[in-house]
T-cell receptor, first 117, second 113 residues
């Protein structure tokens, strides 16, 4: 099946620093990737839709200048949390539907646990 | 826009019994309804899905039913086992939403030995 990887799996950083998270589709192309944030015991909250070759679409309430998204190729999307603060600590997960599929399975990355001290 | 409600938030069943989780959606144009299982600290895993042109789908101990008129769909797990313990999420994919999923709040399923 399709595989999505995320790196790093876990990161601890100091308040005020920036953290970059990579999401890669390993064996398929993805023109669209989704970035989610999940707080403990809560559902997945969609942050933004990453589109290859164009600007990301952000959900209401998500600051685009704080959560920078770059989808530079058909297999890689990055999320940069700029000037991270403790309230940004969360589980960040990306997902991608294989290119050409219509309303089909989304393959999830393993997630990145971000802890901001 | 689409809204998905999921019940119950927690479900505790005896091992071997059946478990049923229900979701309702608001957008009648939604056409794809997956169910995901998430274990603690891990990624959601697709366990079964159903499309709007089908009323029921079964895969071994897991089944999903869809009632388009009432706009609700349900997950049924029979002969539950300890490894079924996890959080289960339903989702809906509104037509024309470019694969975006609208998620339910999740159900924590506890299988009692």
């Amino acid at each position: 099946g399709a595989v999505v990887s995320q790196h790093p799996s876990r990161v601890i950083c100091k308040s005020g620093t920036s953290v970059k998270i990579e999401c890669r589709s390993l064996d398929f192309q993805a023109t669209t990737m989704f970035w989610y944030r999940q707080f403990p015991k809560q559902s997945l909250m969609l942050m933004a839709t990453s589109n290859e070759g164009s600007k990301a679409t952000y959900e209401q309430g998500v600051e685009k200048d704080k959560f920078l998204i770059n989808h530079a190729s058909l297999t890689l999307s990055t999320l940069t949390v700029t000037s991270a603060h403790p309230e940004d600590s969360s589980f960040y997960i990306c997902s991608a539907p294989p290119r050409g599929k219509v309303a089909d399975t989304q393959y999830f990355g393993p997630g990145t646990r971000l802890t901001v001290l | 826009g689409e809204n998905v409600e999921q019940h119950p938030s927690t479900l505790s069943v005896q091992e071997g019994d059946s478990a049923v989780i229900k979701c309702t959606y608001s957008d009648s144009a939604s056409n794809y309804f997956p169910w995901y299982k998430q274990e603690l600290g891990k990624r959601p895993q697709l366990i079964i899905d159903i499309r709007s042109n089908v009323g029921e789908k079964k895969d071994q101990r897991i089944a999903v039913t869809l009632n388009k008129t009432a706009k609700h769909f349900s997950l049924h797990i029979t002969e539950t086992q300890p490894e079924d313990s996890a959080v289960y999420f339903c989702a809906a994919n509104p037509l024309g939403s470019n694969y975006q999923l609208i998620w339910g709040a999740g159900t924590k399923l506890i299988i009692k030995p």
